[in-house]
């Protein structure tokens, strides 16, 4: 297990954001939460998070979404475990352009948690 999470590290790979622990996710939300909430239609400077897996980026309608997430919501990127850890590794790089104006999670276990949290919170 401990080899296997030096590999993943050094090939720059995640752990698989199903492997994050949800309760622990709910402390690494606090860094989300002045900018996001999980009720419907409840915008703050982000947007809602309320059912954001498996729906394509930036597609609330209502929300004022940066050029950079609408064209890749438009080129097809869908919200998953995966795409939601790239983004958060580093949101200005994965969409150019971002309006999330936000350093990202460098520890790839804070993602997974914080993955794990926002799937169960945001479930419809
Ligand atoms: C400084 C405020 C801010 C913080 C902090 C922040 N976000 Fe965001 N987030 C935004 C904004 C603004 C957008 C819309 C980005 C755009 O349109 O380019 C966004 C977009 C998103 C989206 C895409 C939503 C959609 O409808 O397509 C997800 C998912 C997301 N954020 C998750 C997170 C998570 C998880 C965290 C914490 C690790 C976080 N954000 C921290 C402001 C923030």
Same mark, same amino acid.
């Given at each position: 297990?401990?080899?296997?999470?030096?590999?993943?590290?050094?090939?720059?790979?995640?752990?698989?954001?199903?492997?994050?622990?949800?309760?622990?996710?709910?402390?690494?939300?606090?860094?989300?939460?002045?900018?996001?909430? @999980?009720?419907?239609?409840?915008?703050?400077?982000? #947007?809602? /998070?309320?059912?954001?897996? %498996? &729906?394509?980026?930036?597609?609330?309608?209502?929300?004022?979404?940066?050029?950079?997430?609408?064209?890749?919501?438009?080129?097809?990127?869908?919200?998953?475990?995966?795409?939601?850890?790239?983004?958060?590794?580093?949101?200005?790089? @994965?969409?150019?352009?971002?309006?999330?104006?936000? #350093?990202? /999670?460098?520890?790839?276990? %804070? &993602?997974?948690?914080?993955?794990?949290?926002?799937?169960?919170?945001?479930?419809?």
């Amino acid at each position: 297990m401990m080899v296997f999470g030096l590999t993943a590290l050094q090939a720059g790979a995640a752990p698989a954001a199903e492997d994050g622990d949800w309760r622990q996710g709910r402390a690494v939300f606090a860094r989300c939460a002045s900018c996001h909430s @999980f009720t419907e239609g409840q915008h703050r400077f982000g #947007p809602s /998070l309320h059912g954001v897996f %498996d &729906r394509k980026a930036g597609t609330i309608p209502g929300y004022p979404y940066s050029e950079g997430m609408q064209a890749k919501g438009a080129a097809g990127l869908v919200w998953t475990a995966e795409t939601m850890n790239l983004f958060l590794t580093k949101p200005g790089e @994965f969409i150019p352009k971002t309006k999330m104006n936000y #350093p990202g /999670l460098p520890d790839a276990q %804070d &993602r997974a948690n914080v993955i794990a949290y926002v799937k169960r919170r945001a479930a419809k």
